[in-house]
């Protein structure tokens, strides 16, 4: 029943995966990522090997046991986004060196992640007591905020995989919730943004089984997004939708922490093990 309490940890718990359809849209609401994938990516034909990789990728980064893959991670991200350059619809410039766009997918890895553990045990205090969330907070607030604060620290070390300078990353969370707030407020859901996410959803080259699943991945995505960018990626949302995604995590959070440990970071260790040393 213990929540995470660490980086590691965080990563090694596979409820943080129902993070990962929100970051794939929010990255591609930015017009330089989502260019970037429309026309250099073939991740509708193969989602599962998106996924993969970018497991690999974030593993590599954060997981001890996986470091050893991670020069071999950072030679294919480097290059995969290579040849990513070039001129959107609008005329306008992108590509994949470009450190704001690197900030903008690291700080989408970060905020899914830190998303999905919020909901399932709440507030860093909790984590850090050893609680499941259903108790009232810790006794030592002061020591919850300096293991938030480190979670969120080490995630720089993803965007500096892809290229990002390092003092570019936000320096605390409070410089990185202005920056979010500010960022997702200038986003522009572009066409080429709009093609991905019907792309994802649809997953007509997936396995049947990844098919059959892809409606309550849309589901729990769409609940995670800002409105806004919801709304201008056509995902429909009301009133019975928010109340239906509230039933679910509270049904999550009432089970998922029970698991046992071994289950809840199987994923992490099935793709570390695919990864090359």
């Known amino acids: 029943m213990s929540a995470p309490a660490s980086t590691e940890d965080l990563a090694r718990e596979a409820v943080v995966l129902a993070g990962a359809g929100a970051a794939i849209l929010l990255q591609v609401s930015h017009p330089s990522v989502g260019a970037g994938v429309a026309r250099h990516s073939d991740f509708a034909a193969d989602p599962l090997k998106r996924l993969r990789h970018t497991l690999q990728f974030v593993y590599a980064a954060v997981l001890p046991e996986a470091g050893a893959a991670r020069e071999w991670v950072a030679g294919r991200v480097g290059a995969a986004h ?4 070039g001129t959107d619809a609008a005329g306008r410039a992108y590509s994949a060196a470009d450190p704001q766009a ?3 997918v690291t700080a989408t890895l970060y905020w899914a ?3 999905t553990r919020w909901r399932i045990w709440g507030e860093w ?3 850090a007591a050893g609680s499941t969330g259903d108790t009232a907070g810790p006794a030592d607030p002061v020591a919850a905020d300096a293991v938030a604060e480190a979670v969120y620290r080490d995630y720089a070390v993803l965007g500096t995989l892809l290229g990002m300078p390092a003092d570019l990353w936000p320096e605390d969370r409070a410089a990185f919730a ?17 093609a ?3 792309d994802l959803f649809t997953a007509e080259a997936a396995p049947g089984w990844l098919r059959r699943l892809m409606p309550l991945v849309r589901f729990v995505s769409a609940g995670m997004l800002p409105g806004r960018i919801r709304q201008q990626l056509g995902l429909d949302w009301d009133g019975v939708d928010s109340r239906r ?27 570390v093990r695919t990864l090359r040393v």
Request: net charge positive.
């Open 196 to 198: 991905i996410c019907r």
């Open 178 to 194: 202005r920056y979010w707030d500010a960022a997702v407020g200038n986003l522009e859901v572009t066409d080429d943004a709009r």
């Open 113 to 115: 992640a830190e998303q």
């Open 245 to 271: 995604d509230d039933a679910l995590w509270c049904v999550l959070r009432a089970v998922y922490p029970r698991l046992p440990l071994r289950l809840r970071r199987l994923p992490a260790r099935l793709v």
């Open 102 to 104: 690197q900030l903008w």
């Open 82 to 85: 290579g040849p990513v350059h």
């Open 125 to 127: 205090s909790a984590a």
